[in-house]
């Protein structure tokens, strides 16, 4: 497990399919690569919660990494992505998307936005499990976060 200035490391997972979000919480926390994960199930409440309005309002935590799916409802990952890039004080979070397209559109359009990462969600369990292991080392483990 990994503190960031005494806090835990805090990963937003934006993903409206409770399978996917189950599965990949449950694959950090095994490979326990991870202290806490917030999982919102909405693109517009994934907004209020990093700009810290609505029902987040009196919230002021910040992520350290957001994994972010690209087909959410009321708010899609690609404005929420671009939102986040457009913001001097959210920018700096490494987001990754992670979505069952990978149409060519949306991988540019991602980049475009200043995406860290995107990753096709793999459809067989075992190869799942191990891009999120991966992924977890990578992004906690080695990588450095800005907020350091």
Not at 38 to 61: C, P, T, V, W, Y
Request: glycine letters at 4%.
């Amino acid at each position: 497990m990994r503190i960031l200035d005494g806090q835990p490391f805090l990963i937003l997972l934006v993903e409206d399919n409770d399978d996917h979000a189950e599965l990949m919480m449950r694959s950090l926390q095994e490979h326990r690569v991870i202290n806490e994960v917030l999982h919102i199930k909405d693109g517009m409440e994934a907004m209020d919660f990093l700009f810290h309005r609505g029902i987040h309002a009196d919230n002021q935590s910040v992520p350290d990494l957001i994994l972010l799916d690209l087909r959410l409802p009321r708010v899609d990952g690609l404005t929420i992505l671009k939102a986040i890039k457009e913001d001097d004080t959210l920018k700096k979070i490494p987001v990754v998307i992670m979505t069952s397209s990978n149409a060519e559109k949306d991988v540019q359009t991602a980049y475009q936005y200043h995406a860290n990462s995107y990753i096709t969600k793999p459809i067989e369990f075992l190869d799942f499990t191990r891009m999120m292991e991966d992924l977890g080392y990578y992004w906690i483990g080695w990588n450095m976060n800005p907020f350091q």
